[in-house]
């Protein structure tokens, strides 16, 4: 399969390991771009005619019009199966490598950059609740001492899952944020050099975190997760690809860093697996990490304004076992920031546009990122 990764955490596949996830994927890939076209055609005839140009229909009026379509069946059972299909099969193939792998990651320890786990912290009841996506276990399942199972298996279905979309190192999203921080403030961060200290929250195993040590070559960066499975791989990963960051296992509710910490902070797909409650937690301790001038920037596949894609997050949250996907595509961003403590006239909503993922046509989705940037 194109796009795997070469480093040396990454977990290995036999011959015919790599054939059955390539063929999840394929079919993945098939399911999604076939039936995208015709799932936005049934939109277009059934639902857009009723809202003036422009406007995006609500999710329950879209889901109602497209649930019994004998097309959206289809595409809908296959999107659910493919989901569970790359489970079963990427997850015996990393439990063959566990000892293996935890040995690999222990020998990363004291190396660069520092891994902190604290067991006392407790999985929030958004995250417990349910296999988030379908990821049994979700992110948080410990099986064995020093266990890395969540951290390797996420490195190898996050690919399947996202059907190539984010590049090899499945960094696109880190790219994406900071391209838009860049366009958006030229001069951001400690004295105009930049960033200088930076905290990425929810960094699962740290896909997006990493590219912030090429292009922030001198800050110091720092990650928080409440999954000690996936940082103890992320932080082992990070080694093995030569960047330093200090992982931590951390509540991004209520972290343990003090008042006025960090220039930058942010977050990447975090936003869409927490709750009503959480978001407007995480925003506030947002504001109390940053530091005057600092920026609290969020990026997720929040599309407010696109049937189609609101539709699928709609469809996910029903159907992939990611609850608040559906609410958050209505939340009040603006007005979260402001409860959050920010000045409302240095908030600012924006898109991130896609480094990896080329430009959409009729039959290939190319997913959009919601910015949330708050200023303090
Ligand atoms: C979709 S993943 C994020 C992916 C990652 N940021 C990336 O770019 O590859 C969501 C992550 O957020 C973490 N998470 C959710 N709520 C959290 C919280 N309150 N504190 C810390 N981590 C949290 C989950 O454990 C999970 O690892």
Same mark, same amino acid.
């Given at each position: 399969m194109r796009n795997n990764s070469d480093h040396a955490m990454f977990a290995d596949a036999t011959h015919d390991e790599q054939s059955a996830q390539s063929f999840i994927k394929t079919l993945r890939v098939f399911s999604s771009r076939s039936f995208h076209s015709g799932n936005n055609a049934l939109l277009k005839k059934?639902?857009?005619?009723? *809202?003036?140009?422009g406007e995006c229909p609500p999710r329950r009026e879209m889901r109602t019009a497209l649930e019994d379509e004998p097309h959206n069946k289809w595409w809908s059972s296959m999107m659910r199966t493919t989901q569970e299909m790359l489970y079963d099969t990427v997850g015996p193939s990393i439990e063959r490598q566990l000892p293996n792998l935890i040995e690999r990651a222990k020998s990363m320890r004291g190396k660069s950059g520092s891994l902190t786990l604290d067991d006392s912290v407790e999985i929030p009841p958004y995250l417990s609740a349910v296999d988030m996506?379908?990821?049994?276990?979700? *992110?948080q399942q410990e099986?064995?001492?020093?266990?890395v199972f969540a951290g390797a298996e996420f490195d190898r279905t996050f690919r399947l899952y996202s059907m190539g979309g984010l590049g090899p190192n499945l960094d696109d999203m880190g790219f994406t944020l900071v391209a838009w921080m860049r366009k958006h403030f030229q001069d951001a961060g400690a004295s105009n050099n930049g960033p200088q200290r930076i905290l990425d929250m929810?960094?699962?195993?740290g896909h997006s975190t990493l590219p912030y040590c090429d292009l922030f070559p001198d800050a110091e960066i720092h990650a928080i997760d409440v999954a000690a499975t996936c940082l103890r791989y992320g932080h082992a990963r990070a080694v093995a690809m030569d960047k330093e960051v200090h992982f931590s296992q951390q509540d991004a509710e209520h972290t343990n860093f003090e008042d006025g910490s960090f220039d930058l902070v942010v977050s990447h797909a975090i936003m869409h697996e927490t709750s009503r409650r959480a978001i407007r937690a995480i925003f506030k301790e947002c504001h109390r990490l940053l530091a005057p001038g600092g920026l609290m920037i969020h990026m997720d596949g929040i599309t407010p304004d696109k049937p189609f894609d609101k539709y699928y997050s709609d469809w996910m949250s029903i159907n992939n076992n990611e609850p608040y996907l559906g609410t958050v595509q209505d939340e009040d961003f603006v007005g979260i920031c402001e409860q959050a403590g920010f000045d409302t006239d240095k908030v600012q909503l924006g898109e991130g546009e896609p480094q990896f993922q080329g430009k959409p046509t009729d039959d290939k989705p190319v997913y959009g990122y919601l910015v949330v940037c708050a200023e303090k």
């Open positions: 059934k639902v857009l005619p009723h *809202y003036p140009d996506h379908c990821k049994p276990g979700s *992110y099986m064995i001492e020093d266990d929810g960094c699962t195993v």
